[in-house]
């Protein structure tokens, strides 16, 4: 199964992974599953520590880089139809981080690993 992680999910399962489920953590761990992180992601963190919404460690890119390899987690780019596909989604909510993970997941055939429950509305396969 091809997984789209969510940005929260990412940093519980590699800072504090008593915050995931059994069956997210199941999901992340299973050597069958493909794991993805979105470019929105890596951009969400950028943003919100920049911002001082996110207290970020002083060389954390370089920790998320070593995570990404060890745990066998792919980029995923952000490409012109995964924007294409944000138009084509309901306005269930404002955060358009998860609005382009919602189409990202949509467009590539993904599920998405997300506690979100704004994310859960919409129609996109979700675990947790």
């Known amino acids: 199964m091809k997984v789209l992680l969510d940005t929260h999910t990412l940093l519980w399962a590699i800072q504090d992974e008593k915050k995931l489920s059994s069956k997210a953590r199941d999901t992340f761990l299973e050597p069958e599953n493909e794991l993805f992180l979105s470019m929105a992601s890596y951009w969400e963190l950028c943003i919100k520590g920049s ?3 996110l207290e970020l460690a002083k060389n ?3 920790t998320l880089d070593d995570e990404l390899l060890e745990n066998g987690i792919k980029w995923l780019a952000i490409e012109k139809a995964h924007c294409d596909g944000i ?3 309901p306005f269930l909510h404002r955060d358009p981080f998860d609005r382009l993970l919602v189409a ?3 467009v590539e055939t993904m599920t998405l690993l997300t ?3 704004n ?3 919409y129609k996109v396969k ?3």
């Open 60 to 62: 954390w890119q370089k």
């Open 87 to 89: 138009m084509k989604l």
């Open 51 to 53: 911002l001082g919404k």
């Open 115 to 117: 506690a979100d429950e």
């Open 119 to 121: 994310i859960q509305k």
């Open 126 to 128: 979700t675990i947790w």
């Open 104 to 106: 990202q997941a949509q």
